[in-house]
């Protein structure tokens, strides 16, 4: 809290970036992350490789993948992981 309260004592020295209210409330979805150029180069990637013509499951792949991710696992213990 006291770190709050000292960042907003001192922002004005600081630039700051504040979002759009609808680009702020697509948060409030906990699935929801910012499909990211790397995001949908892997997306491309799976879909080519993995998946010809079955988007749907491409997109799934790609979404469990960004959810595992989040949790801060390895690569390995991700592609370990049972996806079914």
Known sequence: MKRFIYCC???ESRSYFI??????LKYIDETYFEKTKAYKSI????KKNFFKGKEEKADWLCEE???????GLSIQVMLDYNLD
């Open 9 to 11: 004592l001192n922002k």
């Open 43 to 46: 997306l491309k990637y799976v």
């Open 19 to 24: 979002p759009k209210k609808s680009e702020l």
């Open 65 to 71: 993948i960004q959810d595992l991710s989040k949790l």
